[in-house]
């Protein structure tokens, strides 16, 4: 399976723990893109790399979030001190610039649950 | 702001019925178009897309056409089929961004 990967694919954890979710794109796009996703509801982008440099994040990732693309392979979503309104699932995508179109490939998705 | 405003669910259809899922979108510029489906269980995979006006984008019996002038993405099929049951996603991408900002999806539910 050469499609992107995410793990884990379930996590529950208590209300103040911190979590961190792993992302593996498809090995040769060079973007990668993480998205939440509540129910009911579109994904919103949170934050995207182009190789090892974040270069967007939205005002949805707050200070308590952070990812990292090291050596611009795969990336890392950390949440410290999560509220339960950090329960959601969250996607990871990435894209290879190819012309004018950049097609993003998505992940199965993280499922949190923060009791 | 950029946004995608998609036709409430659920959308339940008999089998081999015609499909319309209504998408307008407002958008500075010249953005792409997307339409994503996710099945039961499944990640979002992407359906068709159209960049540029008059555009139409096809694939598996679906299609949706880029007009411009009405900002609309409508996504139809000619017959669906119970197989076709899952949730439809429009998306856009702003020129000069790569992020997509999605719709709220509709649910489609198709009856043998």
């Known amino acids: 399976d050469t499609g992107v990967s995410q793990d884990p694919r379930h996590k529950i954890t208590k209300r103040g723990q911190n979590v961190t979710f792993r992302c593996d794109p498809i090995?040769?796009?060079?973007?990668l893109y993480w998205y939440r996703q509540t129910l009911g509801q579109g994904p919103e982008f949170l934050t995207y790399f182009q190789n090892e440099a974040q270069l967007e994040k939205s005002r949805l990732l707050s200070d308590r979030f952070s990812a990292e693309r090291p050596k611009g392979s795969f990336s890392t979503l950390e949440i410290q001190r999560t509220e339960q309104g950090d329960s959601a699932m969250y996607l990871c995508?990435?894209?290879?610039?190819?012309?004018?179109?950049?097609?993003?490939?998505f992940g199965p998705g993280t499922r949190l649950t923060v009791t | 702001g950029n946004s995608v405003t998609q036709m409430e669910g659920p959308v339940t259809l008999s089998e081999e019925a015609f499909l319309t899922i209504n998408c307008t979108y407002t958008?500075?510029?010249?953005?792409?178009l997307f339409w994503y489906v996710q099945y039961p269980g499944e990640g979002l995979q992407l359906l068709l897309k159209?960049?540029?006006?008059?555009d139409k984008g096809s694939n598996k019996g679906f299609e949706a056409t880029y007009r411009k002038e009405t900002t609309s993405f409508h996504l139809e099929k000619g017959s669906v089929q119970v197989s076709d049951s899952a949730v439809y996603f429009c998306?856009?991408?702003?020129?000069?961004?790569?992020?997509?900002?999605f719709g709220t999806g509709t649910r489609l539910k198709v009856l043998a």
């Open positions: 995508a990435s894209s290879l610039a190819r012309g004018s179109v950049y097609e993003q490939y």
């Open positions: 159209a960049t540029k006006a008059d």
């Open positions: 090995s040769e796009h060079n973007r």
């Open positions: 998306a856009l991408s702003a020129s000069g961004t790569y992020k997509y900002i």
């Open positions: 958008a500075t510029g010249y953005p792409s």
